[in-house]
């Protein structure tokens, strides 16, 4: 009767535990509905109203960077048709820099 009595227990507590595991499970899965439907409002009242806006002022700075990065092409071309030598010189120059640093900065392990 004692093996009974310590069965029906184990067999009660494994039952109050997975009543109360589901119930707090329960409560964080409504927790993060909440928050997900509270991020969702948030992001539509944002961007539902003022999307064109927002739209407009992310196409003018992809086309302010676009434009930038033209002009730096274009310089740096008519550098090297200019002075070809001096290019070289600063291309070499700054492989030779990341070489050695690459060597300073390396473990004794790949020695």
Same mark, same amino acid.
């Given at each position: 009767?004692?093996?009974?009595?310590?069965?029906?227990?184990?067999? &009660? =507590? !494994?039952?109050?535990?997975?009543?109360?595991?589901?119930?707090?499970? $329960? $409560?964080?899965?409504?927790?993060?509905?909440?928050?997900?439907?509270? +991020?969702? @409002?948030?992001?539509?009242?944002?961007? +539902?109203?003022?999307?064109?806006?927002? +739209?407009?002022?992310?196409?003018?700075?992809?086309? $302010?960077? !676009? $434009?930038?990065?033209?002009?730096?092409?274009?310089?740096?071309?008519?550098?090297?048709?200019?002075?070809?030598?001096? =290019?070289?010189?600063?291309?070499?120059? =700054?492989?030779? !820099?990341?070489?050695?640093?690459? @060597?300073?900065?390396?473990?004794?392990?790949? &020695?």
């Amino acid at each position: 009767m004692r093996n009974r009595d310590i069965e029906s227990h184990i067999r &009660d =507590t !494994a039952e109050r535990a997975g009543e109360r595991a589901r119930h707090y499970a $329960d $409560d964080a899965a409504s927790s993060a509905q909440g928050l997900l439907e509270r +991020g969702r @409002r948030r992001i539509n009242e944002r961007l +539902g109203k003022r999307s064109q806006s927002y +739209g407009r002022q992310l196409s003018h700075v992809a086309e $302010d960077l !676009a $434009d930038e990065a033209n002009y730096h092409y274009r310089r740096l071309r008519r550098q090297v048709n200019r002075h070809p030598a001096a =290019t070289v010189a600063i291309v070499a120059g =700054t492989i030779g !820099a990341f070489l050695l640093l690459r @060597r300073a900065f390396r473990s004794d392990d790949e &020695d």
